[in-house]
């Protein structure tokens, strides 16, 4: 059996109830889409998001951002509605 992990109007991303998420993520912490490239590694192992989250959110604010400062929800859902738009090929 697995869990819904993110549903969309798109597609349904399911995850064994089994994996261990605190092992390696395969998602962004802040806004929950899919890890695709080696800065999107790197942003996570040293700031918790991808590395457009990082871009947009983190790096004009690191020491904020490192003392638990996260974007808004409703930047967060603008965000979505944007990436959701992207045809990933």
């Given at each position: 059996?697995?869990?819904?992990?993110?549903?969309?109007?798109?597609?349904?991303?399911?995850?064994?109830?089994?994996?261990?998420?605190?092992?390696?993520?395969?998602?962004?912490?802040?806004?929950?889409?899919?890890?695709?490239?080696?800065?999107?590694?790197?942003?996570?192992e040293?700031?918790?998001?991808?590395?457009?989250?990082?871009?947009?959110?983190?790096?004009?604010?690191?020491?904020?951002?490192?003392?638990?400062?996260?974007?808004?929800?409703?930047?967060?859902?603008?965000?979505?509605?944007?990436?959701?738009?992207?045809?990933?090929?």
């Amino acid at each position: 059996m697995s869990t819904v992990l993110k549903e969309t109007d798109n597609f349904i991303i399911f995850v064994p109830n089994d994996y261990r998420s605190d092992s390696s993520r395969l998602f962004c912490k802040v806004c929950c889409y899919i890890l695709k490239t080696h800065s999107d590694t790197i942003a996570q192992e040293k700031y918790d998001c991808c590395h457009d989250c990082f871009l947009r959110f983190c790096e004009s604010r690191k020491e904020e951002w490192l003392e638990g400062w996260r974007p808004k929800k409703e930047d967060l859902d603008k965000i979505r509605v944007e990436k959701d738009r992207i045809f990933i090929k």
